[in-house]
């Protein structure tokens, strides 16, 4: 399908453009639909680049979504996993499939190593500091029973 002299960002551009994405950083299908769309591209030829980078595997939601999760599990709970991956445009399906590897006992010692690891941040009375910690990890995506977990694991040194 021959590009039309009127498309103002033919398929031999959005290719290279989309390579040099890549080359760059890891995107989703949605991601470079989305930076290929607003660079002028035709849907048609959206379409045509993506399918050559899923041919070539070049992008796989599914590696995408898992390498996401690895490499952020230590910072983030699967809630903000979760809804990070879906605005990035992956599946739920996929999302699901990747936070599968996250099990509760890993999410524990995550959340307890970043409260350990801010602990200088919470002043004040036990109660307190005990409160802070906790919205501190529930902004980070950890659900209640983690945290919970997580702020009884610690030695009670930690007087939170």
Same mark, same amino acid.
């Given at each position: 399908?021959?590009?039309?002299?009127?498309?103002?960002?033919?398929?031999?551009?959005?290719?290279?453009?989309?390579?040099?994405?890549?080359?760059? @950083?890891?995107?989703?299908?949605? @991601?470079? @639909?989305?930076?290929?769309?607003?660079?002028?591209?035709?849907? =048609?030829?959206?379409?045509?680049?993506?399918? +050559?980078?899923?041919?070539?595997?070049?992008?796989?939601?599914?590696?995408?979504?898992?390498?996401?999760?690895?490499?952020?599990?230590?910072? +983030?709970?699967?809630?903000?996993?979760?809804? =990070?991956?879906?605005? +990035?445009?992956?599946? =739920?399906?996929?999302?699901?499939?990747?936070?599968?590897?996250?099990?509760? !006992?890993? @999410?524990?010692?995550?959340?307890?190593?970043?409260? =350990?690891?801010?602990?200088? !941040?919470?002043?004040?009375?036990?109660?307190?500091?005990?409160? +802070?910690?906790?919205?501190?990890?529930? !902004?980070?995506?950890?659900?209640?029973?983690?945290?919970?977990?997580?702020?009884?694991?610690?030695?009670?040194?930690?007087?939170?």
């Amino acid at each position: 399908m021959p590009d039309t002299p009127e498309d103002a960002y033919p398929y031999e551009r959005a290719w290279r453009y989309a390579l040099w994405l890549l080359g760059r @950083q890891a995107y989703t299908g949605a @991601q470079l @639909q989305e930076r290929l769309r607003r660079k002028g591209a035709t849907p =048609e030829t959206v379409e045509r680049v993506l399918a +050559k980078l899923v041919d070539l595997e070049f992008v796989d939601d599914a590696l995408y979504a898992e390498a996401y999760v690895r490499s952020r599990s230590r910072n +983030k709970g699967a809630l903000r996993l979760r809804q =990070e991956l879906f605005h +990035k445009g992956v599946n =739920e399906e996929l999302v699901e499939k990747a936070l599968g590897a996250l099990d509760e !006992r890993a @999410q524990v010692e995550a959340a307890s190593a970043l409260v =350990e690891k801010n602990l200088w !941040r919470w002043k004040g009375e036990p109660r307190e500091r005990y409160a +802070k910690a906790y919205a501190f990890l529930v !902004r980070r995506g950890f659900p209640a029973d983690v945290v919970r977990a997580a702020l009884e694991h610690l030695p009670p040194t930690q007087d939170i």
